[in-house]
């Protein structure tokens, strides 16, 4: 996610469009993907959740997460993504920033938006999707996007966000929560964002979902200072509100 790396860490977060229920094959926009059968399973969450005492290296990688995941089906259950506390309402905050490069489609919330830059990013750089997603894990208590879909695996090239959504959705849902209700707001300096706003606002609350009533989109600019008033950026943040079903 950060844009001072050559390859954004979010955006080889992102996997291709992806069912937990069977392979399937997703169109999204520029490229198409495989879907694998369920690739993180809760066991494999839960192995990657990160405790006080486990530094962030000695995380295992999306791939051996994946096998561990894939091994362990056939086994029962000994862990979930249950929360270790079950508290009736959790808090998600989530930030992504990507950096905005010429031949790259724009794209917001899974919606294109005609703009002469777009996310350089390994994955579609949905940064809006991004940090909703990061939102959602942290309200869970998992790790963050990078660490559950790193960039340092060729198969997540390209791949749609959409497929990120779906899966933290699946994780909200499994732990026993339910969205109560969502505020993201983007920072861009161009383009406007008021004729899509409506448009990403469906697209994000289909994703999700939830009733559009509880999803909300904001935008402004940066007063064209810095990186994202200098349309060389752009940032979202979104914070959720999940309640115990
Ligand atoms: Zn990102």
């Known amino acids: ?18 069912s937990n229920t069977s392979p399937k094959s997703f169109n999204h926009s520029h490229f198409t993907v495989a879907v694998p059968r369920n690739i993180f399973s809760s066991s494999s969450i839960s192995s990657l959740r990160q405790s006080k005492t486990t530094p962030l290296s000695a995380l295992p990688s999306v791939s ?13 259950s000994e862990v979930s993504a249950t929360p270790s506390k079950a508290l009736p309402f959790r808090v998600g905050h989530g930030f992504d920033l990507h950096r905005l490069e010429p031949g790259y489609p ?39 996007i990078g660490q559950i879909f790193p960039d340092s695996d060729p198969k997540w090239k390209g791949a749609a966000s ?15 929560y339910e969205l109560g209700n969502l505020d993201a707001t983007l920072i861009l300096q161009r383009p406007k964002l008021s004729p899509h706003k409506e448009a990403i606002r469906a697209n994000l609350s289909e994703l999700l979902g939830a009733d559009p009533a509880v999803v909300n989109l904001k935008a402004k600019t940066h007063e064209k200072v810095d990186s994202l008033g200098e349309n060389r950026s752009i940032a979202a943040h979104t914070v959720v509100l999940l309640m115990k079903k």
């Open 1 to 18: 996610m950060a844009a001072a790396t050559a390859t954004p860490l979010c955006a080889s977060t992102l996997p291709p469009h992806y």
């Open 64 to 76: 051996a997460a994946a096998t561990t995941a894939l091994d362990a089906e056939q086994a029962p």
């Open 106 to 144: 724009l794209i917001i919330g899974g919606i294109n938006i005609p703009h002469e830059k777009g996310c350089e990013a390994h994955s579609d750089g949905d940064v809006l999707l991004h940090c909703v997603v990061d939102a959602i894990l942290g309200a869970l208590g998992l790790p963050d």
């Open 162 to 176: 959409s497929v990120f959504i779906k899966e933290a959705v699946r994780l909200m849902h499994e732990a026993g």
